[in-house]
């Protein structure tokens, strides 16, 4: 399309440190890589094809210990859920890209002393377990250059999380 929403959905796993120590050969076919992607073209196009998707990238997660997951997904390609069809939801009919990322952060947890609040975590988008949840949406405009990506409320997320 015109701007720029003609792709397929793509996943972006970051691979965390394996529990194994030791510089042996890792079972991974990544050369020196510690990210991932993964094409998701129909992973939105029902119910069911989504669950299925979403128990196959669950899988792919822990198989990478991923510490983070990225999604990148023009709108147009999600057929479900159509999250925006909310009254809630502040954009209105646009065109645009969902930006939704879930991070661990038991890794930052581990390597800094733990004197925050649960309202702030709350607050920031983390979870009591330990996750980064966020969720931005670029919004197209006729004839204009999108606008900056505004942050929206997790209530808004195409995918669940697939972390663990």
């Known amino acids: 399309k015109e701007h720029g929403s003609n792709f397929a959905p793509e996943l972006f796993f970051l691979q965390g440190r394996s529990s194994s120590s030791g510089g042996g050969s890792s079972s991974s076919s990544q050369d ?13 196009a029902a119910p069911e094809v989504l669950a299925q998707f979403v128990q196959e990238m669950r899988g792919k997660a822990e198989q990478l210990h991923a510490s983070a997951v990225l999604l990148i997904a023009p709108k147009a390609a999600v057929q479900f859920p159509q999250t925006w069809r909310r009254a809630e939801w502040p954009f209105g009919q646009h065109d645009g890209v969902f930006v939704q990322l879930h991070a661990s952060l038991k890794q930052a947890a581990d390597s800094s002393s733990n004197n ?3 309202q702030q975590d709350a607050a920031a988008g983390r979870g009591s377990e330990g996750m980064l949840r966020k969720l931005w949406f670029i919004k197209f ?11 929206v409320s997790h209530e808004f997320e195409i995918l669940p999380p697939l972390l663990r």
């Open 32 to 44: 020196e890589s510690d990210e991932v992607a993964v094409r998701a073209e129909h992973a939105f």
């Open 116 to 118: 925050g609040s649960d």
């Open 141 to 151: 405009r006729d004839n204009k250059p999108p606008v900056e990506p505004q942050e």
